[in-house]
Structures are given as C-alpha cells and as structure tokens.
C-alpha cells in the first residue's frame, strides 16, 4: 500500500538549534513531493521538489529529495520560536489520475 | 491570504440536520479539493474537481455530497453525520491537476457533530 511517513513525530527544540525532518515515501508512479507548514490553521505551502539531488532554498529553510532512497529532508538553521508549527509533507502520484498522500507531520516547538 | 476563502469557520450541527460548507477561489484555478484533517491523522483527500467535473472520490460516505457549479466555487453537503465527521475541513486549489502544481488552502471550517 503506497504511503508516506515523516519522523519524527514531534519534536522539541532551543532557539538557533538546527532541525532535520524527515519524509520516506513508498508510493509507484512518483510525481513530486511538497512541504508544507501548518500552524493553527491551513498548510502553507513551503517547497516542492520533483528531482533528486536538487536542494531548494528559503532562508534558514533547504529542502532536499532522493528519489533512489524515496526520502526527503527539510532543514531548518538558527530556528525562531516562529517556526513552531506541524510540518506536512505530500507526495503526488499517478494512479487513474493524480492523487496526493500526506503524512502525519512532525509537530516542531522552538522554545526560548 | 492565500487566495481561497471557506465559509463558516466553525459549525456545530446535530446528527440530523444538514448543513453546507462553502469554498471559493480567486486565483482563476481549474481544480478544487475537499480535504478532512482529524486529530492525529493525515489529510484525508476527500473530492478533487477539475473543470467542475468529479475526478476523484476516494470512497468517501454518501452523507457528504460535494457540489462544482464552476471553477471559482466549491461546496460539500452534509447530512446525517456522525460525531467521527467532526473534523477540520479545508478546501485547496490549484492550477491544475498536474502532480507538480502547487495547492492553496482556504483556512478551514472547523466542523463539530453532537
């Protein structure tokens, strides 16, 4: 059964402290992977990644795909009390017709 | 603002009454998604619309019906639900339905069933 899995599945952090998050992924016919940020109400969306080996860039926030080892990593450097939220990640795929699978997130908490 | 508003934001309804949740975007898309977040669960892909016609069902309870009068306006039905369906419901948009199009959130009717 095709699913996606982020760990972990939550975590708790100092200010300037440098998160890793982690989305694996086992879904066939792989078109893209997205993050999200979600904090009290809808995601917003942050990156999308469709090739490997490609890191994509906000500020403190990089994302980066593998798609031989089906995962994703999304990076956050010197994180503020702001970045506390759930981070989603989705992965889309072809099945009859395009169809999205999300995680359960990772609830991140920057404290002072 | 993220371009997708939904109406109400927040709805108490009992078991037999009916009710509508309502999504519209300003983005001039052409595909519309209903959404359920539960507590603890992932997202759970509901309906997509493309041109105002269904794609994807996803096996979801006839008690929710979704309706596409056209691309800017998305709504979802509800009757004789159950205190499961309590949930947050969004509605998302994008520019199509290529896997690598971007989807926009409206900020969810958060939706509780006595």
């Known amino acids: 059964e095709d699913k996606v899995v982020q760990s972990p599945l939550s975590l708790v952090v100092h200010e300037g402290d440098t998160v890793t998050l982690n989305c694996s992924y086992e879904v066939t016919n792989f078109r893209s992977l997205l993050w999200y940020k979600q904090e009290k109400k809808a995601p917003t969306f942050l990156f999308m990644l469709?090739?490997?080996?490609i890191e994509k860039k906000s500020g403190r926030l990089s994302s980066i795909l593998d798609k031989k080892e089906l995962f994703s990593i999304l990076n956050i450097t010197a994180t503020q009390t702001g970045d506390s939220a759930v981070y989603l990640c989705a992965v889309v795929f072809s099945n009859t017709g395009n169809q999205f699978y999300f995680g359960t997130g990772t609830s991140l908490t920057v404290i002072p | 603002e993220t371009g997708v508003t939904q109406t109400p934001r927040h709805l108490v309804m009992g078991m037999t009454n009916k009710k509508s949740l309502k999504c519209e975007q300003h983005?001039?898309?052409?595909?519309m998604y209903w959404y359920k977040q539960s507590a603890k669960k992932p997202l759970e892909l509901m309906f997509v619309?493309?041109?105002?016609?269904?794609?994807e069902n996803n096996s979801v309870p006839s008690r929710f019906s979704p309706e596409c009068p056209n691309s800017s306006h998305l709504f979802l039905h509800l009757h004789t639900l159950q205190p499961e369906d309590s949930a947050l419901y969004l509605c998302?948009?994008?520019?199509?339905?290529?896997?690598?199009?971007?989807?926009?959130f409206g900020p969810g009717t958060r939706l509780t069933v006595l």
């Open positions: 619309y493309s041109l105002e016609e269904r794609v």
């Open positions: 469709t090739s490997s080996g």
């Open positions: 983005l001039g898309h052409n595909a």
């Open positions: 998302a948009s994008s520019l199509g339905l290529r896997g690598d199009n971007e989807q926009f």
